[in-house]
Structures are given as structure tokens and as C-alpha cells.
């Protein structure tokens, strides 16, 4: 049998404060994701619009090779391994086998330890490898990811809750107008300080959410919607890698969060919430399965992630193209910016600079924070500035240049600057931003408690609520955004249908006029962008 060759882009990284936890049952059958390469390249101006494909046109023009299949197909079963599925159209094979089969075949040794999660909530159990994988030499060059052999919990959800006291009012931010007070909002006033666009509720528009963790209840939804006046929308939870809606959790704040401000905002939109497991495999397994369901959706909303840094080369490469092919699809996907500032790291906000992912990816729209404040009565803006409660232990939004993904074309007139603290340029994030303090966050149900939540989470479901609504008045699918927002951007000049955020820092970056580090092109004046992407 022919040996294995490297696969390129499979490194992981170790995690120093990982430590053994009992023996690996080398025998338990286990499934992983095996990306195939596409049979011919993507064109870029098919990725930046406006034609759209659907998920079949797509399969047969640019999935997977049947012949690449059959090939995989044949040649992992001599290594005693089942492809169980085959979904051409976003590449993906299921590979089912026994730990010891897939640790053979690909090259590594896996074991079992204890690690802390992400979101600081204790240590998970998991399987775990460092290093490089190969695969099998009749696949290089066709194999471009196996996902799902160390399963560590991959993202962490981007939600802060105000850590003070239940709807308590604080003075707004040092760079906010004088005499102005903080006070929690609901969904439907930040639509209204935004100006979502009237006459519009997301009819006839469906909405995905990525959810890796946590759950709803319908009890939480009915009360939260029936205190807006709201008939609770349509919800159907999808189960994806074994994952399903399962509340009870700490998680149960993001998915609530990311459900009642999308459905407040956009209620007649019908929205389909994907669960998975937490790590690489089961991201990119949901966003995959979201972008290519039939009707596809307008929106993808994302509010989970994780520092460029923490995920293999692959893993991003893999969800990257699945954002890219949502691009294809019509389906724009809005992705949280991140909660911890500049760093991007919960630990030590004031560290080295780091952007989130998927939030970097230039496929995504990344959503950054403000704090807003203003008259709920008339709906009028006095001042939104950054987020930055860093000093109150209570986050700040994300943002920063990406030391992965390059400057994108359509944001080369941006005044996007370079690595803070380098001459390094690359992907500036977030493209637009939204209210996220938690200080002036949004008043949800979670686990039958009333209670204000923020953090960037909030902005992805309330652009994707944002964005049903103009997709219900213009009749277009926008799938990627940015082409269209960026045109004719200037350094240092507000962008039409956007308010310009122009006080406050992230940490290592501060706002200014035109697009910056912190909050992108700025928060939303819906209607201004309607009139924007009608013409």
C-alpha cells in the first residue's frame, strides 16, 4: 500500500494547559469531515455578484469531482474506513471509522485530555492532537481537509451579559456627550434608532443561525415576543454532527439572544436555527449545511468565533470557502466581530493585537460594537460611540487588521492601515457595526429571566434581521455585502446609509471619520441604505 504524504494546512497547535485525562478508547468508532478540492476554481466576480447561483447549478459547476469521490471512496476503505455520505456540493465526505483506522490513515496519534474552554466556563474532555496530518499519497493534492480528529471546542460564544445589576442605568462612555445615561434597549428601539426600513418585516425571507452549544425554549420565546406585542416567528431548530436544540446550558444566552433579536427586528421572517457540535468539524459542518439548504436563505448569522491564531490553517481555509460559496448562493453571512477588544483575547485585553474568526474572513460581513444612547421616544441618536467597557470587566467590540486574510479589492479605497504596531496590511474588520455594550444591550428572556445581554453577538442577528428587511423591499439577494457598501468609500468620509462612529478605541485602535479599526463603516441608517442599494 502506498505510504502517506503531509497534508498541507493540518497543524494544530498544542494547548499548553492541556493535561492527560484517562485512556483514549482506540476502538470507538468516530465520523470526521474529509474536504475534497472543487472541480474547477470559483470566479472571483461570480464571489462578488450580482448573479447568483443555486446549490445544484453549484454542485455540478464547481463541487466536488465525482471522480475525486469515487477515488477517496476506494481508497480510504483499503485503510478499513466507510465514506457514509458524499455532499457535492460543498465537497464534504463523512468518514466513518475506529479512532486506531483514522489515526493510521492519517498519520497521527490522538489522545485524551482536559482542556480549558474557550468561554471560561471550566475544562472539556476531548480528544487532542498537535502537529501536522498526511494522507493517503493516491489523494495529495485532492484531500484538502480532514476536520474532526481532535475534537477541542473550537469558538466561544461573542455575548456579554451586563455584569452589574439588572436593568441599573451608567454613565455612558468617556467619549459620549455630557449628562447622557446608558439604559438597556429593546431590540425594536435600536431598529428604530437605526431606521429599519418601514413597511418591511422580513416577509417571504428566512434567516440561518449558527449555534454551537445551548438552546430555546418556546415558553422563553413566547413570553419575550408577546412583551414586544410580537406573534413569536416561525423557529425550527436542525440538528447537525449529533448536535440539537438542548437549552439548560450557558450557551442558552447566545442562541436566545441571537433568536429574539433577529425575530424582533425582522418577525415575519421564518428562521432556522443550525446546531453542532463546538469545534472545527462541526462549524464548518453547519455553516455548509445552512448555506446549501433548499430554499437557501437570505442570511447566515454567526455570533461565535475564535482568535485567527487558535484554529489549523485548514480548518479556516475550509470555512472560508463555505462563506465564499454562501457568497455564490445570494446568502450574505454576518459574523460577530469579537467581545474582548483589540486582543481578541478575554485573558489579557490589553495583549498582543488579534482579530476574530470567522469575523476575518473577507467573505464575511464582520459586525463590531457601540454603546447607543438616545430618545427611545422619537428614536433620535444623542451619542453611540465604541464599545469599550474593558475598565468594568464588561468587554469591548473587536476589531483590528487580519494576519491571515489580505486587503480585499473592494476595500482597497477604504483606509484600511496596517497591523497595529507593523507595516503588515491585510483584511480590516469589522465591515459595520451595531449597539453591543451590554450597558446599553438588549432586553431578552434567557432561561425565563429578564435580563440585558450585549456584546458584538447581538449586532450579527440584528444586520441579518437588517438585511431580510431590504431583501424583502428590493427583491434582491445581496450575498456578499461589502462590494456594494464599500463603492466609492474614501479614507477619512462617512459612507452613505451608515453613522459615521467617530469617538472611542477598541484598545490598540480608534475611531475616527470614514471607516476604522473599531466599528467599520459605522452602525446602520436603514432606510438611507435602502435608498443606497435600490439604486
Known sequence: MPGLVPLSGSERS????????????????????IIVRRRAEVPEELITGPETLTSAEFAERYGSDPADVALATEVLARHGLTVTESRPESRRLEVNGTIAEL??????????????????????????????????????????????????????????????HPMAQRATAPDAAPGLTAVPLTALQVASFYKFPAGTDGSGQAIAIIELGGGYSRSDLDSYFSGLGLATPSVTAVGVDGGSNSPGQPADGEVELDIEVAGAVAPSAAQFVYFAPNTDQGFVDAISEAVHATPAPIVVSISWGGAENTWAAQSRTAMDNAIADAAVLGVTVTVAAGDNGSSDDPNNPSGPVQCDFPASSPHALACGGTQLAGDASTGTIASEVVWNEIANKEGAGGGGVSAVFGLPSWQASAGVGDIAGTSTPGRGVPDVAGNADPVTGYEVVVDGQRQPIGGTSAVAPLWAGLIARLAQATGKRFGLLQPLIYAGVTPGAAAPGFNDIVQGNNGAYSAGPGWDACTGLGSPDGQALLTRLSS
Open 14 to 33: 498544542e494547548l499548553p494547559a492541556a493535561r492527560p485525562a484517562g485512556e483514549l478508547d482506540l476502538s470507538t468508532a468516530i465520523t470526521v469531515t
Open 103 to 164: 489515526s493510521a490513515a492519517f498519520g497521527t496519534t490522538l489522545t485524551q485530555v482536559a482542556s480549558p474552554h474557550p468561554d471560561g466556563s471550566g475544562d472539556v474532555v476531548h480528544r487532542y492532537r498537535s502537529g501536522g496530518l498526511s494522507v493517503p499519497a493516491e489523494l495529495a493534492g485532492i484531500v484538502t481537509a480532514v476536520l474532526g480528529l481532535d475534537n477541542r471546542p473550537q469558538a466561544r460564544p461573542q455575548f456579554r451579559r451586563f455584569t452589574a
